[in-house]
């Protein structure tokens, strides 16, 4: 079934959120994945809850904040390693189908666009790194609206400014929690379990569960 419109969610979807640790894997040592998770769990969680407070603070400076309790963590890493950690962040690889489905879907006449809690300097930076600025046709930030998902403002953007009910749209996330709050606002859903996680949130199940976009 095809769609007026194909979203994606950025982080761990399109970019490997891991990638920055990888990089620079040898200098970490042997507690750079648990460092690496430490950091994206953090980062999330603060997004998390300045929403709850009603205070927004921007993705970026969320993100230097977990990479600092990181450090603080796992003091084996050598803290000098953070202007290259995030250095490494606004330049993150994407998964390598991206781009040949993206440009499959936008072959069908779909609409394709990023749906992401990150900053607009940090999405355009990944999609330039990647090489996707010609398949892409929006990057939604939710510093529009000034509030991180699941908010419902958030998915909200992309049904507004496309005019489009919201089972017109279909969203795309690795994150189960995103795939539940798009689910909730009425996208039609596709989870994409990179990891083979177990299933969450059983009110709000996805539409479809892949282990990666090849199958879109």
Same mark, same amino acid.
């Given at each position: ?11 761990? &979807? ?21 460092? #690496? =998770? ?8 603060? *997004? ?8 927004? &603070? ?9 990479? =600092? ?16 950690? %995030? ?24 609409? /394709?666009? /990023? %749906? ?8 355009? #930076? ?8 010609? /398949? /892409? ?35 795309? *996330? *690795? ?7 798009? &689910? ?29 976009? =090849?199958?879109?």
């Amino acid at each position: 079934m095809s769609y007026a419109a194909y979203v994606f969610d950025a982080y761990g &979807t399109l970019f490997d959120v891991h990638a920055a640790v990888r990089r620079h894997g040898a200098a970490m040592g042997p507690d750079g994945q648990a460092f #690496s =998770d430490l950091w994206r769990a953090k980062q999330l969680e603060y *997004s998390w809850i300045r929403t709850l407070m009603g205070n927004y &603070t921007d993705f970026w400076t969320l993100t230097e904040q977990a990479l =600092d309790f990181a450090f603080a963590r796992y003091p084996s890493i050598d803290p000098a390693l953070k202007p290259a950690l %995030l250095d490494a962040y606004w330049h993150l690889d994407c998964y390598p189908e991206v781009p040949a489905v993206l440009k499959s879907l936008k072959d069908r006449g779909a609409r /394709i666009a /990023i %749906l992401s809690n990150g900053t607009p300097q940090m999405l355009q #930076s990944a999609v330039d790194k990647a090489g996707l600025t010609w /398949i /892409i046709d929006d990057v939604f930030s939710v510093e529009t609206v000034r509030n991180f998902k699941t908010a419902p403002a958030v998915y909200d953007m992309v049904t507004t400014t496309y005019r489009l009910y919201p089972g017109a749209v279909s969203f795309q *996330s *690795s994150n189960r929690w995103d795939v539940a709050g798009a &689910t909730k606002f009425g996208y039609r859903t596709v989870w994409i379990n990179r990891g083979n996680a177990p299933d969450e949130y059983a009110d709000f199940g996805p539409s479809l569960i892949l282990p990666s976009l =090849d199958s879109l």
